[in-house]
């Protein structure tokens, strides 16, 4: 079974770029996340959908950020504009419950 | 709103020694998972625990949910090059958010 994946791996821009970071969750998982790591941190929850819907994004920046996941399988979260904190690995991961969540390997960005 | 304490930070052992690290949470949870996480690579889960009191072991790796339900601990036995990385537990409450540690980091050596 494929797990989550993710694309691109590695993103450098400069700041006030856009950037866009993309999400494929495991087959059949309905529910998909949105997690930010800072260096030496844990996940932090950005946003979660439940299929198309974002039951959860509290925690979403939306002056700058915006997520989409529009027939309810693959997703992308963008930033524009970005900023020098914005540097991070943003993770996605998907689960068919709300508890075992299955993560992929993370977009690392770069803000210069 | 939830936090979660996890020690130590760091840790530096031998192989072949046992290690044991731990969270403990502000709130009570229903459910504590633990995750190790690789260098350039996501968190990959290694436990679920859903019943206090409850331990779950898998391969050299055991976890237990606190009885207070407000903490969790993992031991990893004779440990070995690869048990390197981050281990992250990470807990919830009802259908609240799951919320991380800050992790432990482990170094092994050979």
């Known amino acids: 079974e494929a797990g989550v994946v993710q694309s691109p791996r590695y993103k450098i821009i400069e700041k006030k770029q856009p950037v866009a970071f993309w999400c494929n969750p495991i087959?059949?998982?309905?529910?998909l996340y949105w997690y930010l790591q800072n260096l030496g941190q844990g996940p932090e929850l950005l946003i979660r959908?439940?299929?198309?819907?974002?039951?959860?994004d509290s925690q979403l920046p939306k002056d700058r950020f915006s997520a989409e996941r529009l027939k309810g399988v693959d997703s992308t979260l963008k930033i524009q504009p970005a900023e020098l904190g914005d540097s991070a690995v943003y993770l996605c991961?998907?689960?068919?419950?709300?508890?075992?969540?299955?993560f992929g390997p993370g977009t690392r960005l770069t803000v210069l | 709103g939830q936090q979660l304490n996890q020690s130590p930070q760091s840790m530096f052992i031998q192989e072949g020694e046992d290690v044991s690290m731990n969270c403990t949470s502000s709130?009570?949870?229903?459910?504590w998972l633990w995750y190790k996480q690789d260098p350039g690579e996501g968190p990959v889960l290694l436990i679920a625990?859903?019943?206090?009191?409850e331990l779950t072991s898998n391969g050299r790796l055991t976890a237990q949910f606190g009885i207070t339900r407000k903490d969790s601990f993992l031991n990893i036995s004779a440990s070995i090059p690869s048990d390197v990385g981050i281990y992250f537990c990470?807990?919830?409450?009802?259908?609240?958010?799951?919320?991380f540690g800050k992790g432990t980091r482990l170094s092994v050596i050979a």
């Open positions: 991961a998907s689960s068919s419950s709300l508890n075992e969540q299955f």
């Open positions: 087959s059949g998982h309905n529910t």
């Open positions: 959908y439940e299929n198309e819907e974002a039951v959860d």
């Open positions: 709130s009570i949870f229903n459910t």
């Open positions: 625990l859903y019943k206090a009191g």
């Open positions: 990470a807990g919830r409450s009802g259908n609240t958010p799951l919320v």
